[in-house]
């Protein structure tokens, strides 16, 4: 269709990925084969078959497993460049990725190894495929503000090569707030910030994260719809949502792709944006995302275009660094 050749033709950016969600079963097999690591499946197709979530807990459980077999600076290397191609394939021109340095550094990695694979493959990216990008250093709020506090210790040699912090992981029962100290030192330090919230905690916990994180995205946001005021607050600041439609069914939050209030946001004037969150395990990256959205949602072209731009102004991008599409 028109709308699909349209999609492939626009340059795009993706803001919301965790480069641990990229681990194809694949690569799982050869990593766990090449660092000795024994996996609970005995093949690429159970593993895949066991990609059946409920909701999000029954997903980070797999999501943790999974990243075991990430041991040395070239496996994080190698996650990083082959998502990076897939990038390239897709037309994805710029790409701002979270990391979560405690799901390694807990396991006994060092930060530094998981910071220095991943720092390097995007260097590459940007001299040998044009694909420019940034590094969202996420905090896993299951655990304490202190962990996090930890882990912010362990990052401060390197913030030169991290642009940014996030809040991810089981998000009922660890709102916002929780973080408020932590994210307080963040801004201190001139981090930019952003936090998942709305995903499948209530509108408060946007609230939370707008007021007492002070973000300049909201990661999902879905459920902000579930409250008018909270929706005029982010359409007046235009605040970005870097909204996941294919997590969102995997995760249950909405039966299926059509259910998808994507068109919603949009036609209330916030800058919603299209991005894959964890392409290895929903089923397709930002540009299959795009697609089916496409499809199941009958997007018009202004549509496919409005949301393509709302990714690069929600962008970090600078000025300086903006290519011929911009
Ligand atoms: N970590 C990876 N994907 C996530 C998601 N969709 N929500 C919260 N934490 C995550
Ligand atoms: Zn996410």
């Not at 993706?14 to 690591?37: D, K, Q, S, Y």
């Not at 300049?216 to 870097?242: F, Q, W």
Request: hydrophobic share 40%; proline share 4%; aromatic share 10%.
């Amino acid at each position: 269709t028109q709308q699909e050749a349209l999609i492939r033709a626009l340059p795009k950016v993706e803001l919301h990925l965790h480069i641990e969600g990229t681990l194809e079963p694949e690569m799982m097999f050869e990593l766990a084969r090449r660092n000795g690591v024994k996996l609970p499946y005995d093949s690429v197709e159970a593993v895949r078959k066991a990609y059946d979530f409920s909701n999000l807990q029954s997903f980070l459980d797999l999501y943790y497993a999974g990243a075991g077999v990430l041991i040395t600076e070239q496996d994080f290397y190698d996650l990083t460049w082959a998502y990076l191609k897939r990038c390239q394939a897709d037309n994805v021109v710029h790409t701002e990725i979270f990391f979560d340095p405690q799901t390694h550094t807990e396991r006994g990695i060092a930060f530094e190894t998981v910071l220095a694979g991943i720092r390097r493959a995007l260097d590459d990216g940007r001299a040998q495929l044009r694909i420019s990008s940034r590094l969202i250093m996420s905090f896993l709020r299951h655990l304490s503000e202190e962990d996090g506090f930890r882990t912010l210790e362990m990052a401060r040699p390197h913030l030169d090569r991290i642009d940014g912090v996030g809040l991810d992981s089981s998000e009922v029962g660890h709102p916002p707030s929780k973080f408020a100290r932590l994210f307080a030192e963040c801004k201190a330090l001139g981090l930019p910030r952003v936090a998942h919230a709305g995903e499948e905690g209530p509108p408060e916990y946007v609230w939370e994260a707008l007021d007492l994180l002070d973000v300049c995205r909201i990661d999902h946001g879905v459920r902000a719809l579930e409250d008018g005021k909270l929706v005029e607050r982010l359409a007046e600041t235009r605040m970005p949502l870097t909204v996941c439609p294919f997590s969102n069914v995997k995760l249950r939050v909405f039966d299926k792709l059509s259910d998808h209030t994507l068109r919603v946001l949009l036609q209330k004037g916030l800058c919603a944006t299209v991005n894959s969150d964890d392409p290895a395990y929903f089923g397709g990256y930002v540009q299959d995302n795009y697609l089916g959205c496409a499809r199941e949602l009958g997007l018009s072209g202004g549509e496919i275009l409005q949301l393509v731009k709302n990714g690069f102004e929600a962008s970090w991008l600078e000025e300086g660094e903006r290519g011929w599409w911009m």
